[in-house]
């Protein structure tokens, strides 16, 4: 099934863009839309809002907020599950043992698990919550089959 999900490439690698983007378009996404912004604490805090209770919380905002993050909608067959494929595991230190050549592994730090490249939305539901978040004027026509 065709679906949309809401990528976004974090402070730390984003002048990594050139190579970032050579990889999307190798792994056959379409790249809809894309975006720099700066967040602020407020629209960092709303966009991570389900983990505000975690202890890493408040570095993770820290980080997010401290240097401009790209936005992007991609588009393919699933996705939102080959998106987070192509990222690998969450934690850089992990990406690296088990998945060497994933964009965290070649792109984030082992040092600090915030600063782990990228993000993808994890499901459906976040996909749409997380391109509303970021792209709130934009009308997207349904994608033929699943969302
Ligand atoms: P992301 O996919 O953007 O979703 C939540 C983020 O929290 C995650 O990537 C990391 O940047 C950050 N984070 C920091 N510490 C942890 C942790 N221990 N587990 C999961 N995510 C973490």
């Given at each position: 099934k065709i679906q949309r999900t809401l990528a976004m490439v974090k402070p730390d690698a984003v002048d990594r863009w050139p190579e970032i983007e050579k990889i999307i378009l190798e792994e056959g996404f379409t790249i809809v839309e894309r975006r720099q912004v700066r967040l602020m604490r407020a629209e960092a805090e709303e966009f991570y809002a389900e983990h505000?209770?975690?202890?890493f919380f408040p570095d993770l905002l820290q980080y997010i907020t401290s240097g401009d993050v790209l936005a992007l909608i991609l588009a393919g067959e699933d996705a939102i599950g080959h998106w987070r494929r192509v990222l690998g595991p969450t934690r850089v230190s992990e990406a690296r043992q088990?998945?060497?050549?994933s964009l965290r592994a070649r792109f984030?730090?082992?040092?600090?698990?915030?600063?782990?490249a990228a993000h993808g939305s994890d499901s459906v539901n976040s996909a749409h919550r997380e391109i509303k978040f970021f792209f709130p004027d934009l009308t997207l026509e349904p994608v033929l089959t699943g969302e």
């Open positions: 505000r209770d975690k202890p088990e998945a060497p050549g984030g730090s082992p040092h600090n698990d915030s600063h782990n």
